[in-house]
């Protein structure tokens, strides 16, 4: 920040000399640094308000493997043996609306108790793995850093002469393979 006078302006057109901001104006900002601060802290703010999509509910499709079950799928009339198109009918519309009414009412009653225990659930897992997990893992990274050294000091002080010696005692020993008739 600096302070002091624009370029050709005098003292006697200011009763005190303006202050000028390297970033603009405090509440008007007119410089590309200020705007992106402040679209940096709209995007942060969106990712905890951000607005939920009503048509397409499994957006990442987490659910396809679920059972879909239609009308069709759990009462089908093979050719021949068919009801009254009216039992037909209202045996379809009877199993659709059940279904439709069942699961909202569930999702009503039990939906809510059952999102707020996940929320907890997950928000728990989300702290013990930042503030447990992690630095454990970091931690036993750093101390088996050290113990790896100590172990690899050790194998090549006292292992690998013992190897060594044990290999040029062994390197003069020839194997011959001969077939007896």
């Known amino acids: ?12 057109e200011f009763l005190h000399s303006p202050f ?17 601060d402040s679209l940096n802290e709209k995007t942060m703010e ?40 009216g039992v037909w009918k209202a045996s379809y519309t009877t199993f659709t609306v059940t279904k439709y009414w069942c699961y909202r009412l569930l ?10 225990i996940w929320g907890i659930f997950f ?5 013990i793995h930042i503030w447990a997990v992690v630095p454990c893992v970091k931690s ?5 850093h050290c113990v790896s050294r100590v172990y690899s000091i050790c194998v ?15 390197s003069s020993i020839r194997i011959r393979l001969s077939k007896e008739v």
Not at 140 to 144: A, D, L, N, P, T
Not at 156 to 169: Q, S
């Open 140 to 144: 036993y990274m750093i101390e088996i």
């Open 20 to 36: 000028i901001r390297k970033q603009g104006n405090i509440y008007k900002p007119n410089n590309k640094d200020m705007d992106n």
């Open 156 to 170: 090549h002080t006292f292992c690998d002469p013992l190897f060594e010696a044990m290999g040029k005692c062994f």
């Open 107 to 116: 999702t009503a009653l039990v939906g809510i108790p059952l999102a707020l």
């Open 46 to 85: 969106d990712v905890h308000t951000k607005e939920i999509d009503l048509v397409n509910r499994d957006p990442k499709r987490i659910n396809d493997d679920v059972v879909k079950v239609d009308f069709e799928d759990v009462i089908a009339e093979p050719a021949g043996t068919y009801s009254f198109d």
């Open 1 to 12: 920040m600096t302070g002091g006078l624009k370029d050709g302006e005098t003292d006697e």
């Open 123 to 127: 928000a728990i897992l989300s702290f």
